[in-house]
Nanobody, 117 residues
Framework: QVQLVESGGGLVQAGGSLRLSCAASGTTFSLNTGAWYRQAPGKQRELVAAINDRGSTNYADSVKGRFTISRDNAKNTVYLHMNSLKPEDTAVYYC???????????WGQGTQVTVSS
């Protein structure tokens, strides 16, 4: 059973930083694409950042220059480094993963990030 375990969320003041981690377990497949999505109350889930197997990344315009997505292939782990956090970054952040050879995609359970003003 594949599981994505997220960690690193919490409460931070505006201007602060957090690092989210998403570790995959229960699979021998290698990570193809990893991504972070977020969903704020009353809003749709949106893509924050993604990274493919070649290390190419893309970001939502709202986080460019502040967030960095990275991956550790040996650990099947994806990270999201968040700097200069703003109150509007407050949301539940979800990890997404697609693996080579797997029949489906996977989601983490979500981790709350709250940025106070």
């Amino acid at each position: 059973q594949v599981q994505l375990v997220e960690s690193g969320g919490g409460l931070v003041q505006a201007g602060g930083s957090l690092r989210l981690s998403c570790a995959a377990s229960g699979t021998t497949f290698s990570l193809n694409t990893g991504a972070w999505y977020r969903q704020a109350p009353g809003k749709q889930r949106e893509l924050v950042a993604a990274i493919n197997d070649r290390g190419s990344t893309n970001y939502a315009d709202s986080v460019k220059g502040r967030f960095t997505i990275s991956r550790d292939n040996a650990k099947n782990t994806v990270y999201l480094h968040m700097n200069s956090l703003k109150p509007e970054d407050t949301a539940v952040y979800y990890c997404y993963a697609r693996f080579f050879g797997a029949l489906s995609d996977y989601w983490g359970q979500g981790t709350q990030v709250t940025v106070s003003s």
